[in-house]
């Protein structure tokens, strides 16, 4: 593996790189010129399938910036996915506000058409007012027809939500976070749907919020809240394996959903060239296949798992 090694996206025709540069925390933490910066060193060093949101701060607003420059941002060099979101503090999710979501995105970013666009979180509603004749879900097909939209996915977290969305058939491409990891499997059943159907999967946060980003120090918190007892040892025999075969905690996580065929892509976030870098290193890392049934030994029982139907 490397992390420009790409593979094609489902049958969408669109083909990632083994790691996508996710933009959740350049456009929460940092400011313009650190963010562009970020970025413009990230195709520079040939990086150059980005990651974002309409409500990831000012992401998709430094990506246009970014897209905006000289060098190798430019001419639709880089490739970005982006995603509708309600109107901030508002939980408007009908179709006219997915209109007007996918119309401010076109503008931050500075482009005429998306290349992907999912819908976000789609648990924030239930799954008929999702599916309504005014719904998002029919907006979003409506700029796919108008060719503003080439593709459509969707992203979010419940497993079984996303199996709905999935039998449709009228999505390309799913997002999923915290449930393909070296602490949880929830996803499994999703990745069979979608590989039934060709649609194209992208695995997000593969170190769970850091705990598996981490060769020592407290683990205190795994997916957005914190370890139970089980998930804590279990970190802290992965990170026993790691030591004892030389490799670092990250490589493994990284590698972990990598090495699934059924996964096109791992979505991972950085704030910093440093960890530009230290992505690359890891996806970079050559780890021998004797060590991924030692980690499967120590995968938590499916108790401590998102499950089907866990945020």
């Not at 030994?297 to 089907?308: N, Q, Y």
Request: charged share 25%; aromatic share 6%.
């Amino acid at each position: 593996m490397s992390a420009l090694d790409e593979r094609p996206l489902g049958t969408t025709g669109l083909r990632v790189p083994s790691v996508v540069l996710g933009t959740s925390g350049i456009g929460r933490r940092l400011d313009a010129a650190g963010a562009v910066a970020v970025l413009r060193a990230a195709a520079a060093s040939g990086w150059r399938t980005w990651d974002t949101s309409n409500e990831y701060g000012d992401a998709e607003a430094f990506i246009g910036a970014a897209l905006a420059g000289p060098g190798d941002t430019a001419g639709g060099a880089v490739q970005v996915f982006t995603k509708v979101d309600p109107a901030p503090g508002t939980s408007d999710f009908s179709g006219a506000r997915v209109r007007a979501s996918v119309t401010e995105s076109l503008d931050r970013l500075g482009l005429d058409r998306l290349p992907l666009a999912h819908f976000h979180d789609p648990e924030r509603m239930a799954f008929a007012d999702a599916m309504a004749p005014d719904g998002p879900v029919r907006a979003l097909l409506e700029l796919r027809d108008a060719g503003v939209i080439e593709h459509l996915g969707v992203a979010g977290g419940p497993i079984g939500l996303l199996r709905q969305y999935v039998r449709t058939g009228e999505f390309e491409a799913v997002v999923t976070h915290n449930r393909l990891t070296l602490l949880d499997r929830s996803a499994e059943t999703l990745l069979d749907d979608c590989a039934d159907r060709g649609v194209g999967v992208l695995n997000a946060a593969p170190f769970g919020g850091g705990a598996l980003a981490d060769d020592d120090g407290p683990v205190r918190h795994y997916h957005y809240r914190d370890v139970d007892p089980v998930q804590q040892d279990a970190v802290l025999r992965i990170r026993a394996i790691a030591r004892a075969a030389g490799l670092p905690v990250g490589a493994l996580a990284l590698r972990s959903g990598d090495r699934d065929p059924r996964v096109a892509g791992t979505i991972v976030g950085v704030t910093s060239v440093a960890q530009l870098s230290q992505v690359r290193a890891w996806a970079d890392t050559d780890v021998p296949d004797d060590i991924w049934p030692e980690l499967d030994a120590v995968l938590p029982d499916r108790a401590h798992w998102a499950g089907e139907l866990g945020r």
